[in-house]
C-alpha cells in the first residue's frame, strides 16, 4: 500500500509564494512520474505539473514560468514551488505517483488527500 501525504496549502496574498510538499511512504519499489494537480471549485481536475522518472518537466501553460516542480527521489518526495501567484490559483492541489510496489507488475496511479490553497487578492 502507498500513501501521500500533502502539506504546505494555507491563505497567501495575490503575488506572493507558497511552496507545497509530498510525502510518499509505503511499499514503493519505483516511482515513475510524480506530478501536481488542482481543482477549483465547479471545476474538473487540471494538471499543474509533472517530472517524469527521466526528468522531463510538464506544465500548464497557466502556471508556465511561476510554478516549478521538483522531486527528490531518495526521499520520494515531489515539491511544488508556487510563485507571483494569482486568485485563479485558488483550489485544492492534489499529487499523484506512478509507482510499483514489487518488480514486474504494471504501474498504478496513487493520488494524495489535497491540501487547500487560497490566494486572496
Known amino acids: 500500500q502507498v500513501q501521500l501525504v500533502e502539506s504546505g496549502g494555507g491563505l497567501v496574498q495575490a503575488g506572493g509564494s507558497l511552496r507545497l510538499s509530498c510525502a510518499a511512504s509505503?511499499?514503493?519499489?519505483?516511482?515513475?512520474?510524480m506530478g501536481w494537480y488542482r481543482q477549483a471549485p465547479g471545476k474538473q481536475r487540471e494538471l499543474v505539473a509533472n517530472?517524469?522518472?527521466?526528468?522531463?518537466?510538464t506544465y500548464a501553460d497557466s502556471v508556465k514560468g511561476r510554478f516549478t516542480i521538483s522531486r527528490d527521489n531518495a526521499k520520494n518526495m515531489v515539491y511544488l514551488q508556487m510563485s507571483s501567484v494569482k486568485p485563479e490559483d485558488t483550489a485544492v492541489y492534489y499529487c499523484k505517483i506512478t509507482a510499483r510496489w514489487r518488480p514486474g507488475i504494471q504501474a498504478s496511479d496513487y493520488w494524495g488527500q489535497g491540501t487547500q490553497v487560497t490566494v486572496s487578492s
Open positions: 517530472t517524469a522518472g527521466g526528468g522531463a518537466t
Open positions: 509505503g511499499s514503493i519499489f519505483s516511482i515513475s512520474d
